[in-house]
């Protein structure tokens, strides 16, 4: 449901101009991910070096050590200028195709389907898009990236604990699979309680005066609120028992990996089978690809959370039009209009002798 959401959002909502800076953005940061993950190695040469003492080797190792964090700072640069790039274009997209798929819908269609097409409905789901946007794009990309990058790493160096980490990653996902349809099936009916409400509210606001002189104001304010506090409540348990799930993941997950790494190695390096450099890279990219699990965890948690005013956007934005508005004949806006009546007819029952008359 989520990644149908997110390809619904990048198919409809990013231009061709935009597709082409992801791409480049994508590939810098690639070559970026790429600089990072060399530079353990670089030290684990350097340590070897060490022990043979060889000078050569020392110099060239903390040169191109000091050479790929100078080249990841240039690509870094580079690639941050396509992010923004890329999430100034998209904003502006996102404005531009909800404005003309609520402009397609007539008036009537707008009138039916009020909970749908309501302005705070729509607004909330287009900030929600916005919001995600950032997310993925300065966070979650990057995170995904770096944790596969870290994740060869560890198969090159130790193809053992390469495959260890792989199922461990599967496991994580797993869970977050499992999770995503938990809140998936939980959310949507609470999200549609608020957005019903909102709509409420809104429209005692706007007519409050009709409200007031009908003797209706305290009436309705208690319902509201009581209707808002039950469906907060149901809203704020559901999220803590998957704030507690996450928990519990990254506990046994993320640690796990962590320990593992650091006992495994020690045990190469005991055993005399690995040099002590090795020791180096081995634990640097497990703890990167740490780090970025917890990113991604993060941003998966933040997807869970938002999607749901995104896919009540999309439904209300999909919402085939009764008919075409833009058909017919277009107004002439310099003078003023003439309306005629072709074929309309009326008839009435008289109800003493039951026949109609024209």
Request: proline share 4%.
């Amino acid at each position: 449901s989520e990644w149908k959401t997110l390809q619904w959002v990048l198919t409809n909502f990013a231009t061709p101009k935009s597709r082409r800076h992801m791409k480049y953005m994508l590939l810098l940061l690639l070559i970026g991910t790429g600089l990072l993950m060399l530079q353990p190695a670089m030290v684990a040469v350097a340590i070897k070096a060490l022990g043979t003492k060889d000078v050569t080797l020392i110099t060239t190792a903390i040169a191109a050590f000091g050479l790929c964090g100078l080249l990841y700072h240039i690509v870094s640069n580079q690639e941050g200028a396509q992010r923004e790039w890329v999430l100034g274009l998209t904003i502006c997209n996102v404005d531009e195709v909800i404005t003309k798929r609520l402009f397609e819908k007539p008036l009537g269609q707008h009138e039916r389907h009020g909970s749908e097409l309501n302005y705070a409905s729509i607004d909330k789901g287009k900030w929600k898009v916005v919001g995600l946007q950032d997310m993925l794009v300065f966070n979650g990309v990057p995170a995904l990236i770096n944790a596969a990058c870290a994740l060869v790493g560890l198969w090159i160096i130790c193809p053992e604990f390469g495959a260890f980490t792989t199922v461990l990653v599967v496991v994580f996902y797993s869970w977050s699979l499992w999770l995503n349809y938990k809140v998936g099936y939980a959310m949507g009916p609470v999200e549609r309680e608020f957005r019903r409400l909102n709509r409420i509210r809104v429209e005692r606001w706007e007519k409050i005066q009709r409200v007031t002189t009908s003797g209706m104001a305290k009436e309705d304010h208690l319902m509201l609120s009581g209707a808002m506090d039950a469906n907060m409540a149901t809203d704020r348990d559901f999220w803590i028992w998957v704030i507690r799930q996450f928990n519990l993941r990254g506990f046994f997950l993320q640690r796990l990996l962590l320990v593992s790494a650091l006992s495994y190695g020690s045990y190469l390096v005991y055993q005399g089978q690995w040099e002590l450099g090795y020791l180096f890279p081995l634990t640097w990219w497990a703890e990167s690809l740490n780090t970025n699990l917890v990113t991604l965890a993060n941003v998966e948690r933040h997807i869970g959370r938002e999607i749901i005013p995104v896919q009540l956007m999309i439904e209300a934005l999909e919402l085939p039009p009764t008919y075409d508005v833009n058909a017919g004949e277009p107004l002439k806006r310099n003078g003023p209009l003439m309306v005629s009546f072709e074929g309309v007819s009326h008839s009435y029952k008289d109800e003493r002798g039951g026949k109609d008359h024209p």
